[in-house]
């Protein structure tokens, strides 16, 4: 009865862990973000391409060090499916799953939000002609 007790808390604690891990990377992938943009020879671009990439392949996705963070993040959500990476030259929104709630999301947007949404939702709406990405 003792170890049921304890083994609920433990994964319980393993969870919050995995979602404090998914908030903490997704922060961090921001400021690498921010660094690709103002460093890559695209015309201060996020993106050559405007896309809702749910593969999280093109532009600044397809850097080294975003790549693997962004896995990282995959991995302690366990729902990689659901992540969604929408990219266009001046703006992005990256939404994963959280471990605690898959009807819940973490996003992350470089108009600097970081916040919980639901699930698959990642904003997209029109700006002067062109389209802009952000958390809802």
Do not use: H
């Amino acid at each position: 009865m003792l170890a049921s007790v304890v083994l609920g808390s433990l994964n319980a604690a393993r969870t919050k862990g995995a979602d404090a891990a998914i908030k903490a990377n997704l922060s961090g992938m921001r400021s690498q973000a921010e660094d690709w943009y103002d460093t890559t020879g695209n015309a201060s671009s996020y993106s050559t391409v405007t896309a809702n990439d749910a593969v999280c392949t093109a532009g600044m996705f397809a850097d080294v060090q975003i790549k693997s963070a962004l896995e990282k993040v995959k991995s302690n959500s366990g729902n990689a499916a659901g992540t969604i990476c929408a990219i266009g030259s001046q703006s992005y929104a990256i939404s994963v799953p959280l471990k605690s709630a898959s009807t819940k999301a973490w996003c992350v947007d470089n108009a600097g939000n970081s916040k919980e949404e639901t699930a698959g939702t990642t904003g997209i709406v029109g700006n002067g002609g062109t389209i802009a990405f952000s958390c809802l």
